[in-house]
């Protein structure tokens, strides 16, 4: 389900994830949030990720 402000994801009438829309070009819009269950099971799943706009301390807390 998408507007022109945002995309939202839903599953059997249930909010799972809603993200403001980004209308630029080859970017990648990486919420580490999302991602704290896989980080959990495999710690190394970030070495690659775009995080660097995320405070460390927070990604080291999960």
Same mark, same amino acid.
């Given at each position: 389900? *998408? +507007?022109?402000?945002?995309?939202? %994801?839903?599953?059997?009438? +249930?909010?799972? *994830?809603? &993200? ?7 970017? +990648?819009?990486?919420?580490?949030? &999302?991602? %704290?269950? %896989? %980080?959990?099971?495999? #710690?190394?799943?970030?070495? &690659?990720? #775009?995080?660097?706009?995320? #405070? ?7």
């Amino acid at each position: 389900m *998408a +507007t022109i402000a945002d995309v939202r %994801l839903v599953f059997e009438e +249930t909010l799972i *994830a809603w &993200h403001k829309r980004d209308w630029g070009l080859e970017r +990648t819009c990486f919420n580490a949030i &999302h991602y %704290l269950i %896989l %980080l959990e099971r495999k #710690p190394g799943c970030f070495d &690659h990720a #775009p995080l660097e706009h995320y #405070p460390r301390a927070l990604l080291l807390a999960s």
